[in-house]
């Protein structure tokens, strides 16, 4: 009876000790771990400066796995200018199925559209089908969507920046109506655009002119006369966009009277002497 009993427990032994090696293993020697590349693109005019852009992975769960430096289930990164930047690393130890949410906080610059995409990420922790351990399976899609993605791109387009330039027209003496002139935008030293007129009144403005060309220099915008008026002479203020014409024609002093009238007093004057002086030659005859 007893012989019977211990084949029994021997049994029942072997059998749990099947069961157990057959189980799916639930630990792994070494954790295993996710890195999610993140890429930044810029189009249109982005700044020479490189700016600074905030990457956030969230966690659907606080107790989630997380990069280290993680708090409360919120990691943040910076990536500097167009570049490419892993998420650090994410280490699991247990089955189970994460979630989080990876997406870009938008900056300050007013002339850039920031992309607002968010991304969805599935981690599906699971054991490995020849036992040796845990494996992990990504799913990366973009909110809304089902299509799969390898890493997370964002794409920020910037506009040109544009300023308004005015030329000032300044009178000084002169008739009190005025020539029509016409002024020459100038950018860098060269004509730029049409030539513009000038009746009646005394500026002009150009708008949305590039302020700086692609290498980020600004340009300088002047302005010049093209034709200069009769009896008027021109002159530049300092940064080249205020036009003055000064009058410089020379005047006869005023008398009171025209010159033609004050020749024909100053001749009827002579006449009249010339014949008192005569007639008094005879007299004395």
């Known amino acids: 009876m007893r012989k019977k009993y211990s084949k029994i427990i021997m049994t029942l032994l072997i059998f749990t000790m099947s069961l157990t090696l057959l189980a799916p293993v639930a630990f792994a020697e070494g954790e295993p771990s996710i890195e999610i590349p993140v890429t930044v693109k810029l189009s249109g005019w ?8 905030k990457i956030v992975l969230k966690s659907d769960n606080p107790d989630y796995p997380m990069p280290a430096g993680s708090v409360d289930g919120v990691y943040s990164m910076i990536i500097t200018g167009a570049n490419t930047v892993k998420l650090p690393e994410i280490k699991y130890s247990s089955l189970g199925v994460y979630t989080y949410t990876i997406y870009q906080e938008p900056g300050s610059n007013k002339l850039a559209s920031y992309d607002d995409t968010r991304y969805n990420l599935v981690v599906y922790v699971t054991n490995a089908e020849d036992g040796s351990g845990l ?10 969507e089902t299509e799969k993605y390898d890493g997370v791109v964002f794409e920020n387009e910037y506009e040109k920046e544009t300023i308004d330039v005015t030329a000032t027209k300044v009178w000084v003496s002169g008739p009190p109506v005025k020539p029509v ?14 030539v513009v007129e000038l009746d009646g009144v005394t500026s002009y403005t150009w708008q949305d002119l590039d302020k700086t060309d692609a290498e980020g220099k600004e340009y300088v915008y002047t302005v010049q006369e093209t034709v200069v008026p009769n009896d008027y002479e021109v002159s530049y203020s300092e940064d080249g966009l205020t036009v003055t014409n000064t009058w410089v024609k020379a005047e006869l002093p005023k008398t009171g009277m025209g010159s033609s009238t004050s020749l024909l007093v100053t001749g009827m004057g002579l006449l009249m002497v010339t014949v008192y002086l005569g007639f008094k030659r005879r007299r004395d005859d």
């Open 181 to 194: 002139i016409q002024l020459q935008l100038y950018r860098d030293g060269e004509a730029y655009g049409e």
């Open 135 to 144: 494996e992990t399976t990504v799913i990366l899609y973009k909110l809304g």
């Open 46 to 53: 982005p700044p020479t400066d490189d700016e600074d852009y």
